[in-house]
């Protein structure tokens, strides 16, 4: 099948191209087909959900949106609206959308690997492992009206009440998100000199901002677990 | 054995099948090609691709399959059309039939659904493929960004799609997403600095995705048009693109 | 005249880049471009924009006045759940309260779970104590308390148009 010659000894092998029909049609045709039959089967067995009718005045208990928003809704318990539904949801896609733009590693373009661009793999896979833990609790680890259950608890409408939260007082809370982000930005720099020569300011910015900005979401909800703490930063104006 | 070539050959050779048909299945260099260039829907696809391109175990077959799912959503959701009224008053009742009168019905239902469940998955591990092989890296960097697009506009396909039922998921999913649109700093009226800009109830952001200032007809109206037309129009436009930029900025992506 | 105008071109263009150029040509596609771009911007915002086509002028929602029924339909010490209303009528003493079960965090309805005397909200976990102030889960703020009235007729009317402060009650 193969018309292009592979011979030893030529020492540069440009022309590795093989006719799309059939070597590629042949398997994207055998992939619908795997495809359709794995659905069609898995719909003749399982039935997609539906409810009860709408009911204004009582929502589910526990009301759970589909597993792929579960990541989502539980981030909603720990940040106000305007942050985890709308702020948060667009840092994500704005800084999914920055990556070809400030990743300015010239290598790893279109192979495997991770020896060479360590640091971009690395966080890209925190990140994604990052937002299917949170679809794993929000699926698997919360019971009725919210409240967390380990896999090996039952679920029950008497779990204790939990704690009332407090806010953190005013001034340390700015004090604590400044030392965060100006400690985030600044030490990193200094201790590897190469990785922000090599990166430029703006680059370098962006790209500790918004992997401080993950980071911080998960010690927010660290905090939030064990000292029930509501903000960290409490005004009449906006909350966080 | 005799009869059926004859008669394969009575089919095919003559006007009418050659009108159509232009070339036969010979396998030589130069049907390979005008197999691909001549077929309107095979020539997405250059005649020769490079070989590790073809290969799964590069390429996980992911954006193929999100591409063949999004076909299978549009068939299976324009049948489920022919049944579905986006009214408050009827459109649960038209689930429970398609659920257990329509018939068929349930088997189309339930691939649609699960048909955008997987789509929700293999787009995103088609994601984590392309970063993962550094195939956003120049000059790729632009389809990128239309992936990205293409995947919120999944994700809004998906919310769009599983309130329609109009049941209990439905509602609160529609009661829960637009009031975080209702929480938008200053286009939302319960956002941070809201009143800069004068937001009501009766005039923010969340008004004009529900048409009103509670959860009702016009609301589901509306998610059914974004839905079934306009969203699925927007992604295919985008798809075109996403497709059409693969093939200018040089095929599939692979080592230098 | 023209090569005049030529090295104008060129000068300027070494100097200061193309914008700073404006030559017949320049001017024509720029303005061009700004009509082009006005009415588009034009069109879109009478559709997409503010008090465009997606913001209806007249609205068929329900009266957010209504009559509950009379004082003594509810229980003394009771917290009483009205779905369709989207409200609960507590009744404690000789006071009424309407409050709203619409969450304050993201408008789930809220559920009375008896035993612990508190309001839970089954989306997020968010909590309210009896009188409707929140202590834990996100909740930014109490539930709503409407206004709650006696009328002629002597039955109870809430208004859940007007919110009133939550120190109030009806004493009947």
Redesign the interface.
């Given at each position: 099948m193969e018309v292009s010659e592979e011979k030893k000894g030529l020492v540069e092998f440009k022309d590795d191209k093989v006719f799309t029909w059939p070597t590629l049609v042949a398997k994207e045709f055998l992939a619908a087909i795997l495809v359709t039959v794995g659905l069609l089967f898995y719909s003749y067995v399982v039935d997609a959900p539906l409810r009860e009718l709408s009911n204004p005045g009582q929502a589910e208990n526990p009301a759970k949106a589909p597993w792929y928003f579960l990541g989502l809704q539980e981030a909603l318990v720990y940040f106000d609206p305007w942050f985890a539904g709308v702020v948060l949801p667009t840092l994500i896609i704005v800084g999914l959308i920055l990556i070809p733009y400030l990743d300015n590693n010239p290598k790893g373009n279109g192979y495997y690997t991770f020896k060479e661009r360590k640091f971009a793999v690395t966080v890209f896979a925190l990140g994604y492992i990052y937002w299917y833990v949170l679809i794993y609790i929000g699926t698997a680890l919360r019971g009725p009206f919210w409240a967390f259950f380990w896999p090996w608890e039952k679920w029950t409408h008497d779990f204790p009440t939990p704690p009332p939260l407090h806010n953190m007082p005013l001034p340390l809370g700015i004090v604590l998100m400044m030392g965060f982000y100006f400690g985030g930005l600044v030490l990193p720099a200094m201790m590897n000199r190469d990785f922000f020569n090599k990166m430029g300011i703006v680059r370098y910015v962006l790209i500790m901002g918004l992997l401080l900005t993950m980071i911080g979401t998960v010690i927010k909800m660290v905090l939030r677990l064990s000292f029930s703490i509501k903000y960290i930063i409490a005004t009449p104006w906006i909350n966080i | 054995m005799k009869l059926i070539s004859d008669l394969i050959k009575k089919i095919t050779d003559n006007e009418i099948w050659k009108s159509v048909f232009r070339h036969g299945y010979a396998d030589t260099?130069r049907n390979?090609?005008l197999?691909?260039i001549s077929n309107i829907w095979?020539h997405i696809?250059?005649?020769?691709?490079?070989?590790?391109?073809?290969k799964?175990r590069f390429t996980w077959?992911m954006g193929?399959?999100t591409f063949?799912?999004f076909l299978?959503e549009t068939i299976t959701g324009i049948l489920l059309m022919f049944y579905y009224v986006p009214d408050v008053n009827r459109a649960?009742a038209d689930?429970?039939d398609l659920?257990y009168v329509v018939p068929f019905g349930?088997?189309l239902?339930?691939?649609?659904?699960?048909?955008a469940?997987?789509m929700?998955i293999t787009v995103s591990v088609h994601?984590?493929r392309v970063?993962?092989?550094?195939?956003?890296?120049?000059p790729?960097?632009?389809n990128?960004?239309i992936g990205?697009?293409l995947?919120?506009l999944t994700?809004l396909l998906?919310?769009t799609g599983?309130l329609l039922?109009?049941?209990?998921?439905?509602?609160?999913?529609i009661?829960?997403g637009t009031?975080?649109?209702?929480?938008?700093?200053l286009l939302?009226h319960?956002?941070?600095?809201a009143y800069i800009l004068g937001m009501r109830a009766?005039?923010d952001i969340r008004?004009?995705?529900l048409?009103?200032?509670?959860?009702?007809?016009?609301a589901l109206l509306r998610a059914y048009v974004w839905h079934c037309i306009a969203i699925p129009v927007i992604a295919s436009a985008l798809m075109m693109m996403h497709f059409w930029r693969i093939r200018k900025d040089g095929g599939i992506?692979?080592?230098? | 005249m023209e090569t005049k105008d030529k090295n104008k071109c060129s000068t300027s263009e070494k100097e200061g880049g193309i914008w700073f150029t404006v030559s017949r040509r320049n001017f024509l596609t720029l303005a061009g471009w700004a009509m082009f771009l006005a009415t588009l911007g034009a069109y879109v915002s009478q559709i997409l924009g503010y008090k465009g086509f997606f913001y209806p002028k007249v609205l068929f929602e329900p009266s957010p006045r209504f009559a509950v029924g009379n004082p003594n339909a509810f229980p003394e010490n009771s917290v009483t759940t009205l779905k369709a209303r989207k409200i609960f009528v507590v009744h404690d003493g000789n006071s009424f309260k309407a409050i709203s079960v619409v969450c304050q965090h993201l408008g789930c309805a809220v559920e009375f779970s008896k035993e612990k005397n508190i309001f839970e909200c089954p989306c997020h976990g968010s909590k309210y104590y009896r009188n409707g102030v929140n202590f834990a889960g996100p909740a930014p703020r109490p539930l709503n308390h409407f206004e709650i009235v006696l009328d002629d007729a002597g039955k109870l009317v809430v208004d859940t148009s007007k919110i009133v402060p939550l120190e109030t009650e009806l004493i009947v």
């Open positions: - | 260099p390979r090609v197999q691909i095979l696809h250059p005649p020769k691709v490079r070989k590790h391109g073809t799964i077959c193929g399959i063949f799912l299978f649960y689930m429970v659920m349930r088997f239902r339930n691939s649609h659904r699960w048909g469940h997987a929700v994601m984590l970063f993962l092989t550094g195939s956003y890296k120049p790729r960097q632009f990128w960004v990205v697009t995947l919120v994700l998906s919310f599983y039922p109009w049941d209990q998921l439905g509602y609160w999913a009661t829960v009031n975080m649109a209702r929480a938008t700093p939302g319960e956002g941070p600095f009766d005039n008004f004009a995705l048409g009103g200032t509670t959860i009702g007809a016009p992506s692979g080592p230098l | -």
